[in-house]
T-cell receptor, first 115, second 113 residues
Framework: DAGVIQSPRHEVTEMGQEVTLRCKPI?????LFWYRQTMMRGLELLIY????????DSGMPEDRFSAKMPNASFSTLKIQPSEPRDSAVYFC?????????????FGSGTQLSVL | AQSVTQPDIHITVSEGASLELRCNYS??????LFWYVQSPGQGLQLLLK??????LVQGIKGFEAEFKRSQSSFNLRKPSVHWSDAAEYFC???????????FGTGTRLKVLA
């Protein structure tokens, strides 16, 4: 398996623009997570999907952030409008199940820079 | 409050030297504990995990960790560090049946040749 695939690897955009990050989880995994990593706050869970359904989006910082999982093999995280404070590395991770018994598999992340 | 503390932001060791990375946690439920490693430009990879049983856990790449309930610690060790171990290491805690992990802020390891 190719692992969790994220695109793009790097994104540079200007404040106010829409940004869409993409994730393809490992085939057969039914849980998907979006994390944000910053120097100040470390690794934060933004949203968790189980069987394509959003279960917990309490970590989504503002209404500017939205995430979808239209099918088991694809998810997006959208920021509209983007702001400089959104600059971070965004990781997608997937697992077989939804609890901490299951190992998380992380993608390589998207480095987002908002100017 | 639930938290994970990694007191060392940076650690530098010489190749072949032993390594210990510290992790302390505060967690209300019985903790499940993890160590992940992040190489530059990559996502996190699980090194090892502790759920129950033997408090000394073996992981990949020659790493081990010891769970000490009395000290609320889960320190990561390696007897002899290789240059390829240079990376950032994250301790995490969760609870059975939950999807929420709390990650520490990481320890960046530098290995001198």
């Amino acid at each position: 398996d190719a692992g969790v695939i994220q695109s793009p690897r790097h994104e540079v955009t200007e404040m106010g623009q829409e940004v869409t990050l993409r994730c393809k989880p490992i085939s057969g995994h039914n849980s998907l997570f979006w994390y944000r990593q910053t120097m100040m706050r470390g690794l934060e869970l933004l949203i968790y999907f189980n069987n394509n359904v959003p279960i917990d989006d309490s970590g989504m910082p503002e209404d500017r952030f939205s995430a979808k999982m239209p099918n088991a093999s694809f998810s997006t995280l959208k920021i509209q409008p983007s702001e400089p404070r959104d600059s971070a590395v965004y990781f997608c991770a997937s697992s077989l199940g939804g609890d901490t018994n299951e190992k998380l598999f992380f993608g390589s992340g998207t480095q987002l820079s908002v100017l | 409050a639930q938290s994970v503390t990694q007191p060392d932001i940076h650690i530098t060791v010489s190749e072949g030297a032993s390594l210990e990375l510290r992790c302390n946690y505060s967690y209300g439920a019985t903790p499940y504990l993890f160590w992940y490693v992040q190489s530059p430009g990559q996502g996190l990879q699980l090194l090892l995990k502790y759920f129950s049983g033997d408090t000394l856990v073996q992981g990949i790449k020659g790493f081990e960790a010891e769970f000490k309930r009395s000290q609320s610690s889960f320190n990561l060790r390696k007897p002899s560090v290789h240059w390829s171990d240079a990376a950032e290491y994250f301790c995490a805690v969760g609870a059975r049946g939950t999807y929420k992990y709390i990650f520490g802020t990481g320890t960046r390891l530098k290995v001198l040749a």
